[in-house]
């Protein structure tokens, strides 16, 4: 049965620990912060109260990009020990994020081809990669791991992608998704193949057409090197980027650039001003790339986007998608994450009051974000800082 309170987080990145020379670390990692977790557990059971609390995560609950699947796993593990010796968690709602959308391709799988093999069934007829109802469905990969290593796990576990629904007390609607596919390239990708793909939703033409996309980025790519994520090619460019002028990857551009323009191309440039110049054109084109500008100290609002520009893709987003229309909504409570900037936003012309979850991921270069959740009980929402 469904809780009526909800402890609703985005952006965990659990794995991350500062290892490797990357100085982020997920803030819910008890390895790295393990009292920060005691106080986040301690303010879940304050608002629980002794009843049952939903945990919903609006995406990048793991890791599994630039971090090891083992530490991302461990450390969940770790944080639902933590809550479940302070509150009673009844239930975990998880709606992928880019981070850790190769999860939602292993239920896939999982659901639509091994499992129908393993018992003896032939595969489901149409496509494999399907996105979830709107109510999400069973997730059967985690539940057995958390089984064997926690007292009284969560009755049941629930993956969403690419949004997730309930209804509310007063006929108020919970709306989640986790915010990649209305931003940046994902929601221009999405944007330039819609037209070829009339006649489908928006949510399902975003979430079908981005996983190859996101999967050579995110898996593929994190896999080039010893193993998933850690050391695979992606994290050791994103670490490299993170030292900007100190980096390896300067000199390597460098050197490119001298073969490139060996005597330069403006007419009597001052030494090596030019190719300087071009250098460091290109490092910013891959810093931006990556979305970790590594040349100058930046704030948590040059990550993706600023919050103008998010919001603005959050209200195209909703007018597009189904099932929620701005237009012509009942009342309605957004969450989503992403750009790990926490915001509170009700849109204009509507009963929509949207909320960006923040992060639990501390950035190089970026302000330290601020801790917290959002608390639910039946349509009310508030924000619980943990200090």
């Given at each position: 049965?469904?809780?009526?309170?909800?402890?609703?987080?985005?952006?965990?990145?659990?794995?991350?620990t500062?290892?490797?020379?990357?100085?982020?670390?997920?803030?819910?990692?008890?390895?790295?912060?393990?009292n920060?977790?005691?106080?986040?557990?301690?303010?879940v059971?304050?608002?629980?109260?002794?009843?049952?609390?939903?945990?919903?995560?609006?995406?990048?609950?793991?890791?599994?990009?630039?971090?090891?699947?083992?530490?991302?796993?461990?450390?969940?593990?770790?944080?639902?020990?933590a809550?479940?010796?302070?509150?009673?968690?009844?239930?975990?709602?998880?709606?992928?994020?880019?981070?850790d959308?190769?999860?939602?391709?292993?239920?896939?799988?999982?659901?639509?081809?091994?499992?129908?093999?393993?018992?003896?069934?032939?595969?489901?007829?149409?496509?494999q990669?399907?996105?979830?109802?709107?109510?999400g469905?069973?997730?059967?990969?985690?539940?057995?791991?958390?089984?064997?290593?926690?007292?009284?796990?969560?009755?049941?576990?629930?993956?969403?992608?690419?949004?997730?629904?309930?209804?509310?007390?007063?006929?108020?609607?919970?709306?989640?998704?986790?915010?990649?596919?209305?931003?940046?390239?994902?929601?221009?990708?999405?944007?330039?193949?819609?037209?070829?793909?009339?006649?489908?939703?928006?949510?399902?033409?975003?979430?079908?057409?981005?996983p190859?996309?996101?999967?050579l980025?995110?898996?593929?790519?994190?896999?080039?090197?010893?193993?998933?994520?850690?050391?695979?090619?992606?994290?050791?460019i994103y670490?490299?980027?993170?030292?900007?002028?100190?980096?390896?990857?300067?000199?390597?551009?460098?050197?490119?650039?001298?073969?490139?323009?060996?005597?330069?191309?403006?007419?009597?440039?001052?030494?090596?001003?030019?190719?300087?110049?071009?250098?460091?054109?290109?490092?910013?084109?891959?810093?931006?790339a990556?979305?970790?500008?590594?040349?100058?100290?930046?704030?948590?609002?040059d990550r993706?986007?600023?919050?103008?520009?998010?919001?603005?893709?959050?209200?195209?987003?909703l007018?597009?998608?189904?099932?929620l229309?701005?237009?012509?909504t009942?009342?309605?409570?957004?969450?989503?994450?992403?750009?790990?900037?926490?915001?509170?936003?009700?849109i204009?012309?509507?009963?929509?009051?949207s909320?960006?979850?923040?992060?639990?991921?501390?950035?190089?270069?970026?302000d330290?974000?601020?801790?917290?959740f959002l608390?639910i009980?039946g349509?009310?929402?508030?924000?619980?800082?943990?200090?």
């Open positions: 049965m469904s809780s009526n309170k909800i402890v609703a987080i985005s952006d965990l990145h659990l794995g991350q500062g290892a490797d020379g990357l100085g982020q670390y997920s803030l819910l990692s008890t390895r790295a912060t393990p920060l977790v005691a106080r986040f557990a301690d303010a059971a304050a608002f629980a109260g002794g009843d049952p609390v939903t945990l919903l995560v609006a995406g990048d609950l793991l890791d599994l990009s630039l971090a090891y699947a083992g530490d991302a796993i461990g450390d969940f593990l770790e944080l639902v020990q809550l479940r010796r302070s509150a009673r968690i009844d239930e975990l709602i998880y709606v992928i994020g880019n981070h959308h190769h999860l939602w391709s292993l239920h896939c799988e999982d659901k639509r081809l091994l499992g129908p093999l393993r018992a003896g069934r032939p595969p489901e007829p149409g496509a990669y399907r996105i979830t109802p709107p109510a469905e069973r997730f059967s990969i985690l539940p057995p791991l958390t089984s064997g290593n926690v007292t009284a796990p969560p009755t049941s576990i629930t993956i969403a992608y690419p949004s997730y629904t309930r209804d509310l007390a007063g006929g108020t609607l919970l709306y989640v998704t986790h915010g990649h596919l209305f931003s940046g390239l994902y929601a221009e990708l999405s944007g330039l193949l819609a037209d070829k793909l009339a006649g489908l939703p928006h949510d399902r033409v975003a979430a079908t057409v981005n190859p996309l996101i999967e980025i995110y898996w593929h790519l994190g896999e080039i090197g010893e193993g998933l994520g850690a050391d695979g090619l992606v994290e050791q670490t490299d980027l993170q030292r900007g002028r100190d980096g390896r990857l300067r000199p390597i551009i460098a050197r490119v650039v001298d073969q490139l323009l060996p005597h330069g191309v403006l007419w009597r440039a001052i030494g090596g001003l030019e190719r300087r110049i071009v250098v460091d054109e290109v490092m910013r084109v891959i810093g931006k990556l979305e970790s500008p590594p040349l100058k100290s930046v704030t948590s609002a993706h986007a600023d919050v103008e520009t998010t919001r603005a893709g959050l209200v195209a987003w007018a597009a998608a189904q099932p229309r701005v237009a012509a009942p009342d309605a409570i957004v969450l989503y994450g992403h750009t790990h900037v926490r915001d509170d936003y009700v204009p012309d509507s009963r929509v009051h909320y960006n979850l923040g992060t639990w991921l501390v950035e190089p270069n970026h330290a974000p601020k801790t917290g608390a009980n349509a009310d929402a508030r924000w619980v800082d943990v200090s």
